[in-house]
């Protein structure tokens, strides 16, 4: 599913960049309170963005959006640059996205069972680093950091993880048969 359109030259893959970013700074303002850490949209963005730029793009769209926010952009959760709580999981988006990506570009994501694996390992990612940094910055012990940063959204992001597998599979199938 990785689109050739934005590999294509180097003013289009800074367009792909600019987009992801753009679309991650959107996502984070959909946000669902549900504990101390607020869920946003951004873990289906960066499962998207993994999925249509491919690996190398995708890792750097979420490192330009990490970037901007470090410098000042106020496009974090909140309209805010702070990534005083939730640093970790941003960091996390890198690499994340870079394995979705990498998969992507492979076919590796062609059923639903492959693809919601995929997005299962970019999501488990995604928490480690948010975890790791709640452990490291805040000082919380695992059992809190796994209490605050984790069990408040798996549900919902395993569920959003299943819908979005679902979607994707049957849309590339859809594309693929009506051959475009």
């Not at 951004?42 to 330009?64: D, E, H, N, P, W």
């Not at 309209?79 to 590796?108: C, H, K, N, Q």
Request: charged share 10%; hydrophobic share 50%; proline share 2%.
């Amino acid at each position: 599913m990785v689109s050739a359109w934005f590999h294509a030259s180097r003013n289009r893959s800074a367009l792909g960049i600019l987009i992801g970013a753009l679309v991650l700074a959107a996502s984070a303002q959909t946000i669902v309170e549900m504990g101390s850490i607020p869920s946003t949209m951004q873990t289906v963005a960066i499962l998207l963005i993994g999925t249509f730029l491919g690996g190398r793009l995708a890792a750097m769209t979420a490192a330009a959006y990490v970037f901007g926010g470090l410098i000042g952009v106020p496009w974090f959760s909140g309209l805010d640059a702070d990534m005083s709580i939730t640093g970790g999981y941003l960091l996390g988006f890198i690499p994340a996205a870079g394995l979705v990506g990498w998969y992507s570009e492979r076919g590796a994501c062609a059923s639903f069972s492959s693809r919601l694996g995929v997005y299962m390992q970019g999501l488990t990612i995604i928490y480690v680093g948010g975890v790791l940094w709640l452990m490291l910055s805040v000082h919380y012990s695992l059992n809190d950091a796994l209490a605050i940063g984790v069990h408040p959204t798996l549900v919902h992001d395993v569920i959003e993880c299943s819908f979005l597998s679902g979607v994707l599979v049957i849309y590339n199938r859809v594309r693929t048969t009506s051959g475009k």
